[in-house]
């Protein structure tokens, strides 16, 4: 069973910056591709941004050029860098995983997550 743990979320200013952390039981080179999703209270869950095998991020509009997702294969851990950071973020963040498994199904695995809240 696949494992990811967040970490580095809290409170922070409007304006300011916080970097998540997602640590994964196994070599994250085996994830078709890896990411972050929020939801914030009353809301549906969003993706902010998914990171490839190969390095290639992708964002939701509404925090490119804020938001940095990057990958520490080393480490099997993938990051969520947040500058710049607007009430509106405020939101518990989840880490999540796809793989593909020996029969061809494509499976998700998900972290516990983690709140972040942005006062104004």
């Known amino acids: 069973q696949v494992q990811l743990v967040e970490s580095g979320g809290g409170l922070v200013q409007a304006g300011g910056s916080l970097r998540l952390s997602c640590a994964a039981s196994?070599?994250?080179?085996?994830?078709?591709?890896m990411g972050w999703y929020r939801q914030a209270p009353a809301k549906q869950r969003e993706l902010v941004g998914t990171?490839?095998?190969?390095?290639?991020?992708v964002y939701v509009d509404s925090v490119k050029g804020r938001f940095t997702i990057s990958r520490d294969n080393a480490k099997n851990t993938v990051y969520l860098q947040m500058n710049s950071l607007k009430p509106e973020d405020t939101a518990v963040y989840l880490c999540?995983?796809?793989?593909?498994?020996?029969?061809?199904?494509?499976?998700?695995?998900w972290g516990q997550g983690i709140q972040v809240t942005v006062s104004s």
């Open positions: 999540y995983s796809t793989s593909t498994l020996v029969d061809g199904k494509l499976v998700n695995y």
């Open positions: 196994r070599n994250i080179f085996s994830f078709n591709v």
């Open positions: 990171i490839s095998r190969g390095g290639i991020a």
